[in-house]
Structure formats: C-alpha cells, structure tokens
C-alpha cells in the first residue's frame, strides 16, 4: 500500500473510531512548561502515555508505549536544551532514561519513568532559569568542554573554535560562570574522574592517565584538592555504592 492509500485509509478509519492523536497545541505547552520548570503547570498537563489518543506504532502494547516514551524524551530533551540546559547534560540525562525503558516489561514500569522523566527535566530547568541565562558563546564553550573532557582542552583552543581572542572568553566565563575556565575544565575532570572511580574497575592510575594528567601524582594532588579524599579513599568509599540504593 502506497504513502497516500495507507495515510487516506488510516485517517478515515481513525474518525470513525474517534481516535484523534493529542492536540499539537496541548503537546507543545506541555513541552514548554517543562523546560520553564512549572513543575505545577506539568503535572497538570500530563497524560499517561497508555491512554488512547495517542498515535498506534505498533500492534505490541508495551512497544508502542516505548516507541511513544522515546519520543517524548527526546523532545523533552531539547527543549530544555534551548531554553538554558547544557546540551551534554540533557542528552545524557534522554540516554539514562532511554536505557531504563528499553529494559522495561511492563505498562506500570513505563509509566513510572514517564512521570520520572518530566519531573527530573522540570526541577533541573527550575535550577536553570533561578540563574542568569548564559551567552550563546559561554553555552557553545560549556559544549565543547563537555565534548573534550576525556581528550583535553586548553582556553587557547576553545576560544579559536569559537572565534574568540582567550582573553574576552576569559573574561566573559568568569562573569557568566564564576569561576575560570580553566578551574570549570578541571572540575569537570574530576567529576568524571569521581564516576570512574564509583562504577568502573580501572585502577586509578589508568583512570588518571586516561583524562590526560600529567602523572599520577598530580592526578593525586588535583583529586584531592576537590574532594578532600585521595582517588584510592574514595574507590574505597563509594565504589558501586550508588548502583545498590535509591538516591
């Protein structure tokens, strides 16, 4: 069946049921009070993605409702990224609930991680817009230190990529940000240093060089300075601990 036959057959046979798809205005001031972080307007907005109104993708129930699910994290996810969100941070939180779905089997499971996920996106939205909104540059700057931070970058090569001279870029992050970005960069570092640590079994020492410190007693030295504790103290302390209990 052709494009224009099976849209034809399907749009007739959907008036006859009454089966209308969500209204498009409806969907996008969902969308919109979630990445203004209204948790209130939110949750009053929201419907069960099990309920009949929206699209059919597929025969299976539990597959449509993902099919549906992945969509709207999807969208969710770059609304909030045009409305303030560090785009690193947005896709990572859309890949953290894909992946829950995906191994999820049941209706109950699916809806609990659709409310999840609104809920998550509108308290961190709420976190953004309580801030002064950053500059495109300082958002741009934010991307490809979140894109680099396993290779290394320095301020000279940010501000090239951006068109910048290392000097107004400086100047302009320290004013957005608060804090050098030379300082954000090895912040960053270290909290991906902190994640290796928690979840994975490389030894310090390769968790060090892979993020491109100098030695490993530098790497020791910076880890410390941020968290107090040497790379060995914290493994000891906080290893997995997080895959074993609810935040």
């Known amino acids: 069946m052709s494009i224009n036959k099976e849209l034809s057959y399907r749009e007739f046979m959907q008036r006859e049921n009454g089966i209308l798809h969500s209204p498009y205005e409806k969907e996008l001031e969902f969308y919109s009070a979630v990445s203004a972080g209204d948790i209130g307007r939110v949750k009053e907005l929201y419907t069960p993605l099990a309920v009949e109104g929206y699209g059919r993708l597929s025969a299976d129930p539990i597959r449509n409702i993902k099919y549906h699910l992945v969509i709207t994290i999807a969208l969710i996810a770059r609304f909030c990224i045009e ?21 999820s089997t049941t209706e109950q499971q699916l809806s609990d991680i659709h ?18 909104a950053y500059s495109k540059h300082v958002l741009m700057c934010l991307d490809l230190i979140y ?22 870029l400086s100047k302009l992050f320290k004013k957005e940000v608060g804090t050098t970005v030379s300082e954000y960069i090895m912040s960053r570092r270290i909290q991906a240093a902190e994640n290796m640590l928690k979840f994975s079994e490389y030894p310090p020492l390769d968790i060090g060089n892979y993020l ?13 300075k941020y968290t107090g504790m040497t790379p060995k103290q914290y493994r000891e302390n906080y290893f997995r601990m997080n895959w074993t209990r609810e935040e």
């Open 115 to 132: 409310r999840e996920v609104f809920i998550e996106y509108a308290k961190r939205m709420q976190k953004v817009n309580s801030g002064k």
């Open 212 to 224: 491109g410190f100098s030695s490993h007693s530098h790497f020791i030295a910076c880890f410390r």
């Open 147 to 168: 894109e680099n931070i396993y290779n290394g970058i320095r301020v000279q090569e940010l501000a090239e990529q951006l068109g910048l001279t290392p000097q107004y």
């Open 83 to 103: 409305s303030g969100m560090p785009m690193e941070t947005s896709y990572t939180i859309s890949d953290i609930f894909i992946n829950r779905l995906d191994v």
